[in-house]
């Protein structure tokens, strides 16, 4: 009995510092690699407090060895765009100007009932007031509303309404993103206007997004990141 408790005890220290070295992410907000690792973690804890026969070892090694894979996975994919997207996949439009998109919604393999029932969460009713809805790679689906049905702004108390999409992502660590720019209607000429108002290169951004009347925003990366 002894023994069970004391194995008990350590397979429990390990499980939780390799979940909390996984990061402070939520079941639900978990990328693929890291639901798989999370799940496996589980079932060779769960092995290793059953089998008492078997050295603790058995049950640590493994453990300790996943999170080693997690660790350098999330390295690779913060450094490489395409690997990232290939591994987490990459956000998906499902409603644009109040219009479902049902070809990408087949393709997901959701059902109406699915973004039904995400849109009533965010307290929203009707697909027609919703401007902009997206799949996030984690599967939860996120929406920008109308500008009749938003909560007021200081902009709105202005005069100032449109129905546009959220801001695109025109550069991600570095990397221009051909698809986000052309989306936000951000021309060659224009970007190096951009970057040459703002003192600065593309390799030199952390982010940068615009919305189609023009609006951006740069984040600079910071020294040594």
């Not at 092995?47 to 300790?64: R, W």
């Not at 007021?152 to 100032?160: E, K, L």
């Not at 999409?165 to 993103?177: A, E, F, H, T």
Request: aromatic content about 8%; overall charge positive; proline content about 4%.
């Amino acid at each position: 009995m002894t023994i069970m408790v004391i194995r008990t005890f350590i397979l429990y220290i390990v499980v939780i510092f390799s979940v909390r070295f996984m990061g402070k992410r939520q079941i639900g907000q978990m990328q693929p690699t890291e639901l798989v690792i999370t799940i496996l973690i589980s079932n060779i804890a769960t092995i290793s407090l059953e089998n008492t026969d078997a050295p603790l070892t058995t049950g640590i090694v493994p453990i300790l060895f996943l999170i080693s894979v997690e660790v350098i996975m999330s390295i690779i994919t913060l450094r490489y765009q395409t690997f990232r997207n290939l591994v987490s996949g990459t956000p998906q439009i499902i409603i644009k100007n109040g219009t479902l998109d049902q070809k990408k919604l087949k393709a997901l393999r959701m059902s109406i009932d699915d973004v039904l029932e995400a849109l009533r969460e965010i307290n929203i009713f009707d697909i027609s007031e919703v401007q902009f809805a997206i799949v996030e790679t984690n599967g939860k689906i996120s929406a920008y509303q109308k500008a009749p049905y938003r909560n007021v702004t200081q902009n709105d108390i202005n005069g100032i309404m449109h129905n546009c999409d959220p801001p695109y992502i025109i550069i991600n660590d570095g990397k221009l993103l051909p698809k986000g720019q052309y989306a936000a209607g951000i021309t060659v000429k224009k970007l190096e206007k951009i970057l040459k108002e703002n003192k600065t290169r593309t390799q030199d951004i952390f982010l940068m997004t615009s919305d189609r009347f023009g609006n951006y925003n740069i984040i600079k990366k910071q020294k040594g990141c």
